[in-house]
């Protein structure tokens, strides 16, 4: 059975699918790009800004299911620019300090808003 997550401390979808689904213990985490939930527009900055934005959302994500950082299992990065990799990579492991999940990242040609990033994670109980 499926159970459907949602909170006001996250990005509401812009488009047809949920943050995020929970299903056998483990939780799927919609694609966040860098969206301030308080705004509903994309945050001002560069990477390091829209990185720091789309693991908040995740995290809002996680806690309101009830998981944590800890928890995640797969992540997969999608960028605008590979050349943004190195900066990602920084911020992306101060949340994930210890076990780190699996992951891939990908250059893609644009994502939604013009967002320079966008991550979407799976965690596991």
Do not use: W
């Not at 995290?59 to 309101?64: N, Q």
């Amino acid at each position: 059975m499926k159970k459907i997550i949602s909170t006001s401390d996250a990005p509401k979808a812009i488009a047809t699918y949920s943050q995020a689904v929970e299903a056998n213990g483990m939780l799927f985490i919609s694609g966040q790009i860098a969206i301030d939930p308080s705004t509903s527009k994309l945050v001002e900055g560069g990477i390091e800004e829209q990185t720091r934005q789309v693991m908040k959302n995740i995290g809002a994500i996680l806690h309101e299911a009830g998981y944590t950082y800890r928890d995640v299992v797969k992540t997969v990065c999608l960028l605008s620019d590979m050349a943004n990799y190195s900066k990602v990579n920084t911020i992306y492991g101060t949340y994930f300090t210890e076990d780190p999940p699996a992951r891939a990242a990908y250059a893609v040609v644009a994502l939604p808003l013009g967002s320079l990033i966008e991550i979407e994670a799976v965690a596991s109980r």
